[in-house]
């Protein structure tokens, strides 16, 4: 017994002496850390995505205080940026010593993770080079009436739904991503989704599977995220990160679709079509330039960015006009005023015309970011500007958006929603890295484009026709899910609807 028990204890000190050396990581390399607990770091609610807590809480007591400040997932040493300056540096002028994303790459040939999002610099840069014109303003332009097109099948829905609600009070957040899912069908493959008619169809099904994992996933996504080596063992049991159902329906639609254009010699300028000249195009080495194992990867992305992240923007921005029915009327107003001009047709030309609603949509993402923080990891070492700290290659950072859009010295008075905040005028006079809602750099969100497209022509077509305002079953404050990828409500937000 007394052998077991001294097994026990040395095994129990040589633990102690790992962590508290482990733990000292940051403190020897001369920057200041959080407390942390002994053995999960700074994550102290296993229950909810610990990346914005830790970045919260460093923002919150560091803030002014320092330049950066260490913590850390587990064992994993992370250092969140709270210098814009510092932010802007990482992000642009010495982005390339910051192109990868705080994420594990799947080398697996059949996987969709291998995508634009998480893919390493030395990969990324060559598939963004390609992939950029595919969002060029003349792609928009060529996109906008399929948009249209699908808005008005939103507003069919919507005064469907509206018939049926007793006491007029609609739930906003599904029937913004049915418009959302709909509208990437078809302007990305081509696909009637027809998910505004029918909310079960499976496009529907696949993309909540893609938002909103069970908490193991979820866990295990953040451990293999934080120890990437574990990924190399558990690749050799056919492990894939990806759920098994969204690879597969991600793959058949894009065989069923390449084919289908092959096969017809179908032309449309949109998103799979330009993927499609790709993998017909050979390189120096005659090899294809992309596979159709690629296809999948950079639809499933675009499909996963496309819906979730513009739907919940649609969403909470509709509540804060409820809330704020003096700004709901300025949009309306405008949007009225500029329609007038174009004989009630809303044109790609009207819609670029309404500048205080694109303010407004900007407002809804300084408050309600899709992503709370910017991950960057270091690809070289680093000299930290202006101070004697270097980096470590392969150290990884948090870059807190959600934060610096909510501090009141960069923003006065950050809860109010006042989309005034973004007039030209008034953007000067901030930093250029005060608002992060698409990230900034050469890494920003490549479809940022069209991300503001569909969000401006679905709130055009609503808030025309529609007033919103509170109901009972509104909420006081819009609760964000705590265990989804993105930020993104907790249950419905329900709004009162009334006919114009």
């Known amino acids: 017994m007394d052998f077991y028990l001294i097994i026990f204890t040395t095994l129990f000190s040589l633990l102690i002496s790992y962590l508290r050396y482990k733990y000292q990581y940051w403190e020897l390399l001369g920057v200041p850390q959080m407390k942390m607990n002994f053995l999960f770091g700074n994550i102290s609610r296993l229950r909810s995505i610990p990346r914005t807590e830790i970045v919260s809480d460093a923002y919150q007591q560091f803030r002014g205080k320092a330049k950066f400040v260490g913590t850390y997932i587990f064992t994993k040493p992370l250092l969140v940026i709270l210098d814009l300056d510092l932010v802007k540096a990482i992000l642009i002028k010495d982005f390339n010593k910051f192109t990868d994303r705080f994420q594990f790459t799947s080398d697996l040939d059949n ?121 190399k063992i558990l690749k050799y049991f056919k492990f894939k990160r990806a759920n098994t159902e969204v690879e597969e329906f991600i793959m058949r639609l894009v065989r069923d679709t390449v084919r289908l254009r092959e096969e017809q010699k179908i032309q449309r300028n949109d998103f799979i079509n330009m993927l499609i000249e790709m993998k017909n195009t ?103 500007p202006d101070t004697d700290i270097t980096l470590e290659k392969g150290t990884r950072i948090f870059i807190p958006a959600k934060e610096i859009h909510c501090d009141p010295d960069i923003y006065d008075n950050p809860h109010e929603f006042r989309p005034e905040r973004f007039d030209p005028v008034e953007v000067q006079k901030r930093h250029p890295q005060a608002f992060l809602g698409f990230g900034d750099g050469p890494r920003n969100c490549i479809g940022l484009r069209f991300a503001r497209m569909q969000v401006r022509v679905g709130l055009i077509t609503l808030l025309k026709s529609y007033r919103f305002s509170f109901c009972e079953k509104t909420p006081k404050q819009i609760e964000i899910s705590k265990y989804s990828i993105v930020l993104v409500p907790r249950g419905g937000v329900w709004l009162k609807v009334e006919r114009l």
């Open 111 to 231: 996987s969709i993770d291998a995508n634009l999002f998480a893919l390493h610099g030395e990969r990324w840069r060559p598939l963004r080079i390609k992939l950029s014109p595919t969002f060029t303003s003349a792609k928009m332009k060529f996109m906008f009436p399929t948009l249209v097109a699908v808005a008005r099948q939103l507003d069919e829905a919507f005064s469907k739904e509206l018939t049926q609600a007793k006491d007029g009070a609609i739930e906003l957040h599904d029937m913004m991503a049915r418009y959302t899912t709909d509208v990437i069908g078809t302007c990305a493959f081509g696909v009637e989704c027809n998910s505004l008619k029918d909310p079960n169809v499976e496009f529907r099904r696949i993309g909540r599977k893609i938002f909103y994992p069970n908490f193991l996933s979820i866990r295990l996504r953040l451990f293999l995220i934080t120890y990437p080596g574990i990924f």
């Open 282 to 384: 050979r390189d120096d080495n005659g090899m294809p330039a992309m596979k159709m194992e690629d296809i999948a990867a950079q639809v499933f992305i675009f499909f996963a960015a496309g819906f979730e992240t513009s739907s919940s923007n649609m969403t909470y921005g509709l509540y804060e006009l409820a809330k704020n029915p003096h700004v709901q009327e300025k949009a309306r107003a405008e949007i009225v005023k500029v329609l007038e001009r174009y004989s009630g047709e809303l044109t790609y030309e009207a819609m670029m015309e309404m500048t205080y609603l694109d303010q407004v949509i900007t407002e809804t993402l300084r408050k309600y970011p899709a992503l709370g923080s910017i991950t960057r990891v270091s690809v070289e070492a680093y000299k930290v």
